[in-house]
């Protein structure tokens, strides 16, 4: 097996010291995103929950944990049912939605009641109807352990949490690289001959890579970086607004919010509004600097008449709006 060199690390420490940085420790445990929810008095309950699990077959059982602060806390902790829907990537809303402060969070989310009246959001891939089996104490959250009593499967691809940031399930390059019997190491001649949706992946991996480096260099993570990028587009902008703009969890925005502010790229108004400071606009500036230079060494020597083949190129397999006469002209 390979040793990984996992010497330099960014954080260590107890976790009472700093609950952020324990936190981040956390979210590198990659999880599905579900919304588990129940009625009370014929009102919808529910929550985002990232901390579901599975425990066993026989007897059917899953769990998951709310937090004692939850406003939704004192429903769940004695509600006789429950139902997990486990969202699909086309979900990020209703995450966003279910995991506010809003007071009808399920105003504009649809939903059918299940087994009890607990809601099953429509479009989630699966679908758990749930009696309450056991509530074990968990510090600062219950650990709600679930007997499964229907469950439902959908067509669809799962959406993703971790680090901080929703993603969506893909094959891992490795495996794509092998699999269009391109031989390792690449060479630009075996390169050159994969089919143009592989190159597109891989090229996409690579360029991702790539630029978290250079956000490393900087010492700032992707939500930070989303954050100047949305402020320098549009400036104010209230929290939610940002919240809205970055796709990111609440949380994840909040803290990036408050290490930006400490660093001294933000001021905020009295009315709560963000905007760049002037180091947060020349952070913002080095990191397109950054950017336009990778493009820079990567497109080197490429004419510009090839470029724009390619620009029209991949425009074509975003969303085909591409002039078609340009690349036809060419080939
Ligand atoms: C991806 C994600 C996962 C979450 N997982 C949990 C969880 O497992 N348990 C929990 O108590 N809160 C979790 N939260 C936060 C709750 O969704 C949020 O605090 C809750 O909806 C607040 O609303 P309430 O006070 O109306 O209950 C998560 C939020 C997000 C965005």
Known sequence: MQDIDNSISIEAGEPSEDPKAFRRTLGQFATGVTVIA???????????ANSFSSLSLDPPLILWSIARTSRSFATFSTASHFCVSILGEHQIDVSQKLSSSKEDKF????????????????????????????V????????????????????????????????????????????????????????RELPLTTLLYLAHHN?????????????????????????????PMSRQAIIRQVYMTPQTVEDALGELLQRGGLTQTEGGQFSLSEAGHK????????????????????????????????????????????????A
């Open 38 to 48: 129940t009625e009370q008095d014929g009102r919808p309950v529910g929550v985002t």
């Open 107 to 134: 105003s504009d989310v649809s939903w059918q009641p299940g087994i009890g009246g607990s809601p099953m959001i429509t479009g989630a891939i699966a679908t758990l109807e749930c009696s309450t089996f056991a």
């Open 136 to 191: 074990q104490d968990g510090g600062d959250h219950i650990i709600l352990i679930g007997r499964v009593l229907r469950h439902k499967r959908h067509v669809g691809k799962a959406l993703l949490y971790a680090q901080g940031q929703y993603g969506v399930v893909d094959e891992h390059p490795a495996f794509k690289a092998q699999a269009s019997d391109a031989t390792a190491p690449q060479t630009v001649r075996s390169l």
């Open 207 to 235: 360029s991702s890579a790539a630029f978290e480096r250079h956000r490393r260099e900087e010492n700032i993570s992707l939500v930070q970086s989303r954050i100047l990028s949305a402020l320098t587009r549009q400036s």
């Open 283 to 330: 952070l913002a500036r080095s990191i397109r600097m950054r950017l336009q230079e990778y493009e820079r060494e990567q497109l080197a020597g490429i004419p510009p008449e090839r470029l724009e083949v390619t620009r029209d190129v991949l425009a074509r397999f975003i969303d085909g709006l591409a002039e078609k006469t340009v690349v036809d002209g060419a």
